[in-house]
């Protein structure tokens, strides 16, 4: 079978395929053809923050790593063996992960990895393929199912025939990254380690604390400051967890104060009292040689952000990593492109006579453990697809459950991309008033549905090998 796009859920994809016998072939167009915001070629390379979300179990990102987990996510695996400190959240070392990934791809008998630009989709499950040399001309490698996993930054040629696959203009919006500076050019003098509410001991974040002039001055110069892209935006552009810091701002002079600035939980060892605003700063790496700025996904221009960020206190002489980037990012709309298993639903009136799926973020879920999850889910749908079994229904009350649900229901409409959240399972059967007690029994209802589920999937006959030798490493 052929997967187009070898990130998160390309990769993950593959290996479970791989790992349940079939052959896969993945195709990767780095570095053949680069993007504005990857910097190497590896498989799985997270481009914008280094950190996977919580891992607390009575939240929805807990809950969506434990059912990664239970279904021996191969990825999740990799995630937890190159981990770095970041209180309460799962972060990672984002080389080793991706180097990591790419070694498990690359040494898997059952995949060929394939390096070359896919402009198209052929009826047969070949693709149209450049290797830069020439014009793109067909691989040779007719496939019984085809994964489209290609991510935010899907290639023009293969973006057009996707629009026309749907039968409507391919949606976008536009996503940010922030900054990474140098640890060693850090005044840690100003700086201090606290994790929020933590009392005792050191924090996994660094603390950048405001004054109240000292904030205003610099909301007025990132208010003002130059952007790549000259426009004011508007909410319905911008994925809401990546909304750039300036465009914050542009709500009031507060509005980042009570956003990724603010202080609470917070308190200033230098006066002891909380700080007027802080700005987190999370390590990038094991050895913590640099830190990326929490929440400053930003559109500025690299001299801009150089002038601006450098107005945080303890950043006035800090030496970027890597500047913030703003780009396009594609996705389907999945309410009408897509059915319950992530198949394109006009696959086979447009001619297809193998099936189509879709997995990561171009088809329309936003997040890192999400984009896992659904290769994961991906893995099992062909899977069923080819051996002729069918799976069981993914239950609504787990968070990746939820999630695909809204995804895919007609009835959602406007749609844009979102991460696992509570806003959209299903109700408990008793309210309870609580949020932590709620939660709680949010995520408590969600493993026996998961539980129930796994015992469903393997009853089913479905080849697959929740946590084969990819997972382990072997």
């Given at each position: ?111 060929a990895l394939v390096r070359g630009r896919v ?354 490493g072997e």
């Amino acid at each position: 079978m052929n997967i187009i796009g070898a990130g998160l859920a390309g990769s993950e994809a593959a290996l479970q395929l791989a790992d349940a016998g079939f052959r896969v072939t993945l195709f990767e167009m780095r570095p053949v053809c680069s993007t504005e915001v990857h910097h190497s070629d590896c498989c799985a390379e997270l481009v914008c923050s280094n950190s996977l979300k919580s891992t607390k179990e009575a939240s929805a990102a807990g809950m969506l790593k434990h059912e990664l987990s239970a279904l021996g996510s191969v990825l999740y695996r990799c995630a937890l063996d190159c981990r770095v400190p970041a209180g309460g959240a799962l972060a990672v070392d984002r080389t080793s992960f991706a180097e990591r990934v790419t070694g498990l791809v690359e040494a898997h008998p059952r995949i060929a990895l394939v390096r070359g630009r896919v402009d198209g989709v052929l009826e047969d499950g070949d693709v149209l393929f450049s290797d830069g040399a020439g014009k793109a001309r067909p691989a040779g490698l007719p496939a019984k199912a085809v994964v489209i996993a290609t991510g935010p930054l899907t290639a023009s040629a293969l973006s057009e025939g996707l629009a026309r696959l749907v039968g409507s203009q391919s949606l976008a919006f536009f996503d940010a990254a922030a900054p990474i500076v140098m640890a060693d050019s850090l005044d840690e003098s100003i700086l201090f380690r606290q994790s929020r509410y933590e009392e005792e001991g050191l924090g996994d974040y660094l603390n950048a604390p405001f004054s109240k002039d000292e904030y205003e001055r610099f909301i007025g110069e990132l208010v003002a400051a130059d952007r790549v892209i000259r426009r004011d935006f508007e909410t319905k552009d911008l994925f809401q967890a990546c909304q750039p810091i300036e465009e914050i701002a542009r709500k009031g002079v507060d509005a980042p104060r009570f956003g990724p600035l603010k202080p609470v939980g917070l308190v200033d060892p230098r006066t002891g009292h909380r700080p007027w605003a802080a700005l987190q700063l999370r390590a990038e790496n094991r050895e913590a040689t640099s830190y990326n700025l929490v929440g400053f996904q930003t559109n500025l221009t690299f001299p801009e952000q150089k002038r601006v960020f450098r107005m945080i206190p303890g950043l006035e002489h800090a030496e970027f990593a890597r500047y913030g980037v703003m780009h396009r990012n594609t996705f389907v709309d999945a309410p009408r492109a897509l059915d319950a298993r992530g198949r394109f639903v006009r696959s086979r009136e447009s001619g297809y006579a193998v099936p189509l799926f879709a997995a990561g973020q171009v088809s329309g879920t936003e997040g890192y453990c999400e984009a896992i999850r659904s290769g994961l889910q991906a893995a099992i749908g062909v899977a069923a697809e080819l051996s002729g079994a069918t799976p069981p229904a993914l239950p609504r009350q787990t968070a990746y459950g939820a999630l695909w649900s809204y995804a895919t229901d007609p009835q959602t409409t406007g749609y844009q991309p979102m991460h696992v959240n509570f806003g959209i399972m299903p109700p408990l059967p008793v309210r309870v008033k609580n949020k932590g007690e709620r939660y709680a029994a949010y995520a408590q209802r969600g493993a026996r549905a998961l539980d129930a589920y796994i015992e469903a999937l393997k009853a089913s006959g479905v080849p697959f090998a929740f946590g084969g030798a990819a997972a382990a490493g072997e």
